[in-house]
């Protein structure tokens, strides 16, 4: 833990001049800055001393809790051993080490692992994988890539392309050719106040067969979704619809990427949404959860089938051209080791599930605050809906975001939506200080301007 001192001392020398934030109104945060200067367990403490609640576990990530001793130190020793080995013809022992351990936690026959350093690597490295397997088997002219609206897939020009976000995609020029996108499944006019998975909705699946017919099938190389989506507000999947999707891709032979890069780790109370929905990808993007955020690490994982078309050139070969100077970084594979002890024997995955039912109940007793026009949760997320001030959409949840803030919690706005992702640790007291924050700041606004 940090002194008072030395918090304050952080907060006197940043001038906040020169870092260009990520994805942050910089002029507006610059004028009032939020600054996190320590965490622990479900709380960071801000640079102003004052200790704020976690309901975003960091950015989706922290999913065993901050500051975790185990981790730390797993790191700081791999860091006095063996800093970096280059990645080309060479290698360490740790990335096969931690590949080993996570194909025994993964469903099916995803069973190979390539290491990328974040989810939006991860997410174009998945893509160059589709692209690249279909030629390996002859099929050259399958180039087609299909995403999904308001799917989120990181900020590589592969991720852009095939996510569903405008105002990601507006200011970088054309983009990726030969991209298609399905319909979202969000329609609260069917759907609003589901508690857990939505009945209504997987027909929208069947828009696969429209673009195989538009396209031809032997054309398109993959359809890329995130199983639940997670930054455009949390948007479940209908009943159905994941199984849909998986046999329509088999019929035309086309491959099922799911972007797990939220969803893995315990996010939904099993390992990964594959396991909740009972729909195998043929190849998995995760980041995240795999360090608990704690060094930046992201992977691939692959059926048998799809490595296997890679290993059939005549020797010696490099099966595919694509990897990074940090692919396996022996720090990040340190961090991911001691996250995945942290996993199995705090059994964190199956407390996310047994916590999930009083979770929503939670999560629901906000129905009826001003405002309010959907809730919706799955394992140890939810998300609350809110109707836009007219002419200033997201104006409003921003608003409570920093009323929330100043208030000690800590949640996350996408639009005129609130996203909750608490550390998988998090107890029932703590749900209930989270709720009874987000109560009183509903509740003290008086703006029902609906
Ligand atoms: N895919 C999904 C589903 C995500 O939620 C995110 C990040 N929120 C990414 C990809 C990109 O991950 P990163 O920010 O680590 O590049």
């Known amino acids: 833990m940090q002194s008072s001192a030395q918090v304050q001392s952080v907060s006197q020398s940043d001038t906040l001049a020169s870092f260009w934030m990520p994805f942050t109104a910089n002029r507006q945060f610059k004028a009032q800055p939020r600054l996190l200067a320590t965490a622990k367990g479900m709380h960071y403490t801000a640079v102003d001393g004052r200790s704020i609640l976690d309901a975003t576990a960091g950015l989706w990530c922290v999913n065993a809790g901050h500051c975790r001793e185990s981790i730390a130190t797993a790191i700081a020793q791999q860091a006095q051993v063996l800093d970096y080995a280059p990645t080309f013809q060479m290698g360490h022992p740790a990335p096969f080490e931690l590949a080993d351990r996570l194909v025994q936690m993964l469903p099916g026959d995803l069973n190979r692992v390539f290491f990328a350093n974040s989810g939006s690597e991860a997410v174009d490295t998945a893509l160059k994988i589709a692209l690249a397997y279909h030629q390996a088997r002859g099929e050259a002219a399958r180039t087609r890539l299909i995403g999904r609206e308001r799917g989120y897939h990181g900020v590589g020009f592969g991720g852009i392309s095939v996510g569903g976000i405008s105002g990601n995609r507006k200011q970088f ?41 538009l396209h031809d099938p032997s054309t398109i190389a993959a359809v890329i979704v995130e199983p639940v989506a997670g930054s455009t507000g949390v948007l479940i999947p209908p009943q159905g619809y994941l199984q849909r999707l998986r046999s329509i891709c088999d019929r035309y032979g086309i491959l099922l990427i799911f972007d797990e890069v939220i969803t893995g780790f315990g996010r939904l109370g099993t390992a990964f949404a594959a396991d909740y929905f009972g729909v195998i990808p043929d190849l998995m993007t995760v980041a995240k959860g795999l360090t608990n955020g704690a060094v930046p690490m992201g992977a691939v994982f692959a059926r048998q089938g799809v490595h296997d078309a890679f290993m059939q050139g005549p020797e010696p070969s490099i099966e595919l051209c694509h990897g990074y100077t940090y692919s396996g970084h022996p720090l990040a594979c340190a961090a991911a080791m001691a996250t995945l002890d942290i996993y199995a024997t705090e059994g964190l995955f199956e407390q996310a599930q047994s916590i999930s039912q009083y979770w929503e109940d939670a999560v629901h007793t906000l129905q009826g605050l001003p405002g309010i026009i959907d809730i919706r949760n799955i394992g140890l997320v939810a998300a609350i809906e809110l109707a836009p001030w007219p002419d200033q959409p997201g104006k409003r949840a921003y608003d409570i975001f920093v009323q929330c803030f100043e208030a000690g919690l800590l949640i996350r706005v996408t639009g005129d939506i609130i996203a909750l992702s608490p550390p998988l640790i998090i107890q029932r007291g703590q749900i209930d200080r989270m709720i009874d924050v987000l109560r009183q700041v509903l509740q003290s606004r008086g703006d029902a301007v609906d």
């Open 173 to 213: 020029g054309s983009l990726l050719p030969g991209v298609d996108h399905l319909p979202h499944t969000h329609d609260l006019a069917q759907n609003a106040f589901t508690r857990g998975v939505p009945t209504w909705g997987a027909h929208l699946a069947d828009d696969l067969e429209r673009l195989v017919k």
